[in-house]
């Protein structure tokens, strides 16, 4: 069945520095690829997609790259704020498969930004 | 417009009760999607409805829980008889269309003592 997997947290940063979250899947049909962000005290928020091979998703300085090659989606940003500190979610919709629709996540990546 | 809405935002229920969720997704929002996210873990899929048709409930744990919804507004989560592993928070989430982005409710936090 289809899987993600992303990396464990907590992942500790100091203001400025780049981040990286590393996101890999497994899939049987064509999945499109997400990240939620989760600030704390609230809800799931979408912070960028990317529906097919090669696509580029950004938000907020944040950016992620679909690669069929080696079925990853690494969340990267160039200079992390303390705003950003949440807890990330890697997740994928597999088209093409009865799954289609319904969202699998990754376990989540705390992320914690220090001044 | 408003987003997703639930309601309560945080139960404490005891073993072997019966605990209602409520979900009001964003007008106009013809998918409803019911998850669960268990203390560090992802979310895990429950429950999907699309307009009239059946309610794919592929993902329920038991019998113990079901969901209904109203054409397309209001929709409740039924957990009968509560363990203390049905202790999470459960997510709801609506899109325009099937299958189209999820926007996400902050959660009803549920704790079975």
Known sequence: GDSVTQMEGPVTLSEEAFLTINCTYTATGYPSLFWYVQYPGEGLQLLLKATKADDKGSNKGFEATYRKETTSFHLEKGSVQVSDSAVYFCALSDRGTDSWGKLQFGAGTQVVVTP | ?113
Not at chain 2, 41 to 55: D, H, K, R, T, V
Not at chain 2, 85 to 109: H, I, K, M, N, W
């Open chain 2, 1 to 113: 417009g408003a987003g997703v809405s639930q309601s309560p935002s945080n139960k404490v229920t005891e073993k072997g009760k019966d605990v209602e969720l409520r979900c009001d997704p964003i007008s106009g929002h013809t998918a409803l999607y019911w998850y669960r996210q268990r203390l560090g873990q992802g979310l895990e899929f429950l429950i999907y409805f699309q307009g009239n048709s059946a309610p794919d409930k592929s993902g329920l744990p038991s019998d113990r829980f079901s969901a209904e919804r109203t054409g397309e507004s209001v929709s409740t989560l039924t957990i009968q008889r509560t363990q203390q592993e049905d202790s999470a928070v459960y997510l709801c989430a609506s899109s325009f269309q099937a299958r189209e982005t999820q926007y996400f409710g902050p959660g009803t936090r549920l704790l079975v003592l």
